[in-house]
């Protein structure tokens, strides 16, 4: 039976192409290129299985392919696998919001924070961090030779996913 066209969602942005970057549009497009295992336009339970089974997780429930289907409007074509995302990435802060937060701790404006005053920072203000979810951000984020963190660097990748020298 072959998919059915996609409605519009009520309430859903006219233009779903205006909220990413043309890069990111293109990474989304590969990224639904990829899922769309059968290459009908449409990701459904099928393209879910096989993506699952090509990452090596070959007993994937019905259930849960079910409730991942479940979690968009109608059949998943590009533009709802592309809603999808933007609404799933609404609660980011805009780069620039990110960056001023870590220019607070760095009035010089150096591009970089000491990695033992953000650790104390982050552990002993607000919403403390732990000891483990220190070392994973440093695991994930490495401080340089200097032992600083590159924070221009961390906005960037928070708020497109990759780092900017891999690119």
Same mark, same amino acid.
């Given at each position: 039976?072959?998919?059915?066209?996609?409605?519009?969602?009520?309430?859903?942005?006219?233009?779903?192409?205006?909220?990413?970057?043309?890069?990111?549009?293109?990474?989304?497009?590969?990224?639904?290129?990829?899922?769309?295992?059968?290459?009908?336009?449409?990701?459904?339970?099928?393209?879910?299985?096989?993506?699952?089974?090509?990452?090596?997780?070959?007993?994937?429930?019905?259930?849960?392919?079910? !409730?991942?289907?479940? $979690? %968009?409007?109608?059949?998943?074509? &590009? /533009?709802? =696998?592309?809603?999808?995302?933007?609404?799933? *990435?609404?609660?980011?802060?805009?780069?620039?919001?990110?960056?001023?937060?870590?220019?607070?701790?760095?009035?010089?404006?150096?591009?970089?924070?000491?990695?033992?005053?953000?650790?104390?920072?982050?552990?002993?203000?607000? !919403?403390?961090?732990? $000891? %483990?979810?220190?070392?994973?951000? &440093? /695991?994930? =984020?490495?401080?340089?030779?200097?032992?600083? *963190?590159?924070?221009?660097?961390?906005?960037?990748?928070?708020?497109?996913?990759?780092?900017?020298?891999?690119?």
């Amino acid at each position: 039976m072959a998919p059915k066209k996609a409605k519009k969602k009520e309430g859903a942005s006219s233009n779903v192409f205006n909220m990413f970057e043309q890069s990111q549009i293109q990474e989304f497009k590969e990224a639904f290129t990829i899922m769309d295992q059968n290459r009908d336009g449409f990701i459904d339970k099928n393209d879910l299985r096989d993506t699952f089974a090509a990452l090596g997780r070959l007993n994937v429930g019905n259930d849960e392919l079910e !409730d991942m289907l479940k $979690e %968009a409007s109608g059949p998943i074509n &590009f /533009t709802v =696998f592309l809603t999808m995302f933007g609404e799933k *990435l609404k609660g980011t802060d805009p780069e620039e919001t990110i960056l001023n937060a870590f220019k607070i701790f760095d009035p010089e404006g150096k591009g970089v924070l000491r990695g033992e005053e953000i650790k104390y920072n982050l552990m002993s203000q607000a !919403d403390k961090f732990t $000891e %483990a979810e220190i070392n994973q951000m &440093f /695991t994930n =984020f490495p401080l340089d030779v200097a032992g600083n *963190l590159d924070y221009k660097n961390l906005c960037y990748i928070i708020t497109h996913g990759e780092d900017k020298e891999q690119e």
